[in-house]
């Protein structure tokens, strides 16, 4: 399922022990796909702390602006947990193409 897609991600407004902690997140996120293991792994955001960053997503080799609402909803398959399986088979099912 692995695709030549490019998701650039870009926060602004973060402090150092934010941007060391974002780094690790996505590091394990990152050694797990490469160890093929299946793992869930959280992040906790203190919105009502110091956490106030700006999010910009920059995708390049795929176009997601045809995606519908509900395709992207099964995203998260409980509150605050996110998954892509559900979003593919729900491509699959609306035959929406996943390149």
Do not use: C
């Amino acid at each position: 399922m692995s695709g030549d897609a490019t998701l650039t991600v870009t926060f602004e407004h973060l402090s150092k022990s934010e941007i060391i902690a974002l780094q690790q997140f996505f590091g394990r996120w990152e050694w797990y796909g490469k160890a093929g293991a299946s793992r869930e792994v959280s992040f906790y955001v203190d919105g009502d702390g110091p956490f106030h960053p700006s999010i910009g997503f920059e995708v390049d080799g795929v176009d997601v602006d045809d995606v519908p609402d509900e395709v992207r909803e099964v995203a998260e398959y409980e509150p605050n947990s996110y998954d892509f399986d559900a979003v593919h088979a729900a491509l699959r099912e609306t035959g929406v193409s996943e390149s």
